[in-house]
């Protein structure tokens, strides 16, 4: 397919634009700031835009199957921006992206929304809960199928790799690497051709991690959060206590459903708190912990 990526320069799109172009997909890169002329970004067709002003897309937009639309002020911007702000990207910007599809004859999307949408009446959820409408808008109006992509947190980690990357994944956070596969599939998902007739298609994917418990594990997990994570992740105790890992506080349970939460389109999340607990083994057994509290995020 060819696919119109706005936003492409943030986190999600230095991500997925390798991924969609390694499968073979041809990319039309969008953003309000200029690209790097490097890896991922160079030699690729590049429309500088910004999607508040109401114009400017039509044209990237032109030829193109399938809109992934990334722009939004998200969790990390709540205290900087105002709700103004927020209206005006992620309210706007969504529906003037939608349009320049619309025009240009693009059946296909991939919104990105949040698990903030949960939040319904928050600054940032609020604008999610209006994206996702805007998206059911224009199915309805204007026969474009959808996916849009509720992710958990995978804000990059900076350089607390241990808690701010380790311990979120007990609690609100998912993995990028398993955010960029849902991404990835939704666009794969919506790749073949439908036949004429019946309603066009809408689907909501929370783009969570996978759960490596159930709630009755974690039940009595506050009474002595060593001896509840030892029991569910066998061998913890000791990379908890020796890396000052937090886990005091009970994890939460994703709820993804009996097939679990990528299962409408074909994708199942493999990073969790376990996995992490992995990695961290195979790198403290080079016998030099403060390198493994030094790692930064690459991302
Ligand atoms: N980062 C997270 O943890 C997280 C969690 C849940 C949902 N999301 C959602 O995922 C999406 C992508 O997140 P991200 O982390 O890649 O964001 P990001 O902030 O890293 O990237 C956003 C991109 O949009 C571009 N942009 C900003 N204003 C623009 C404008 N006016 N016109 C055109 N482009 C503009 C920026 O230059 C940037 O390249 C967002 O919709 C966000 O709400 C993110």
């Given at each position: 397919?060819?696919?119109?990526?706005?936003?492409?320069?943030?986190?999600?799109?230095?991500?997925?634009?390798?991924?969609?172009?390694?499968?073979?997909?041809?990319?039309?890169?969008?953003?309000?700031?200029?690209?790097?002329?490097?890896?991922?970004?160079?030699?690729?067709?590049?429309?500088?835009?910004?999607?508040?002003?109401?114009?400017?897309?039509?044209?990237?937009?032109?030829?193109?199957?399938?809109?992934?639309?990334?722009?939004?002020?998200?969790?990390?911007?709540?205290?900087?921006?105002?709700?103004?702000?927020?209206?005006?990207?992620?309210?706007?910007?969504?529906?003037?992206?939608?349009?320049?599809?619309?025009?240009?004859?693009?059946?296909?999307?991939?919104?990105?929304?949040?698990?903030?949408?949960?939040?319904?009446?928050?600054?940032?959820?609020?604008?999610?809960?209006?994206?996702?409408?805007?998206?059911?808008?224009?199915?309805?109006?204007?026969?474009?199928r959808y996916v849009a992509i509720r992710p958990a947190d995978f804000t990059p980690w900076g350089d607390d790799y241990l808690n701010r990357y380790g311990a979120r994944l007990l609690y609100g956070g998912v993995d990028r690497e398993d955010v960029l596969g849902y991404v990835e599939a939704a666009v794969e998902h919506l790749g073949p051709d439908l036949p004429d007739g019946g309603s066009p298609e809408a689907l909501i994917v929370d783009a969570v991690r996978p759960d490596a418990f159930t709630a009755e594990q974690v039940r009595d997990w506050e009474d002595d959060h060593l001896t509840a994570c030892e029991r569910v992740f066998p061998g913890s105790r000791d990379l908890l206590e020796r890396y000052a890992i937090d886990v005091r506080r009970r994890p939460s349970v994703v709820a993804g459903g009996e097939d679990g939460p990528g299962a409408a389109i074909g994708y199942t999340p493999t990073r969790h708190f376990g996995t992490f607990l992995d990695d961290l083994r195979r790198l403290d057994a080079t016998g030099e912990p403060d390198a493994v509290r030094a790692i930064t995020c690459p991302y």
């Amino acid at each position: 397919m060819r696919i119109l990526v706005t936003g492409a320069g943030g986190n999600i799109g230095k991500g997925i634009v390798p991924r969609l172009h390694a499968a073979g997909h041809s990319l039309v890169l969008s953003d309000v700031n200029r690209l790097p002329d490097e890896p991922p970004f160079a030699d690729l067709p590049f429309v500088q835009c910004d999607v508040q002003a109401g114009f400017g897309l039509e044209g990237a937009a032109q030829g193109c199957d399938l809109l992934l639309h990334l722009p939004a002020w998200h969790g990390i911007h709540s205290r900087a921006k105002t709700e103004a702000d927020f209206w005006r990207l992620n309210v706007d910007g969504t529906f003037w992206a939608l349009q320049a599809a619309r025009a240009a004859g693009i059946r296909r999307l991939v919104f990105l929304s949040s698990q903030s949408w949960h939040d319904h009446y928050g600054k940032y959820g609020f604008t999610k809960q209006v994206g996702e409408e805007l998206c059911e808008y224009h199915r309805r109006n204007h026969g474009l199928r959808y996916v849009a992509i509720r992710p958990a947190d995978f804000t990059p980690w900076g350089d607390d790799y241990l808690n701010r990357y380790g311990a979120r994944l007990l609690y609100g956070g998912v993995d990028r690497e398993d955010v960029l596969g849902y991404v990835e599939a939704a666009v794969e998902h919506l790749g073949p051709d439908l036949p004429d007739g019946g309603s066009p298609e809408a689907l909501i994917v929370d783009a969570v991690r996978p759960d490596a418990f159930t709630a009755e594990q974690v039940r009595d997990w506050e009474d002595d959060h060593l001896t509840a994570c030892e029991r569910v992740f066998p061998g913890s105790r000791d990379l908890l206590e020796r890396y000052a890992i937090d886990v005091r506080r009970r994890p939460s349970v994703v709820a993804g459903g009996e097939d679990g939460p990528g299962a409408a389109i074909g994708y199942t999340p493999t990073r969790h708190f376990g996995t992490f607990l992995d990695d961290l083994r195979r790198l403290d057994a080079t016998g030099e912990p403060d390198a493994v509290r030094a790692i930064t995020c690459p991302y």
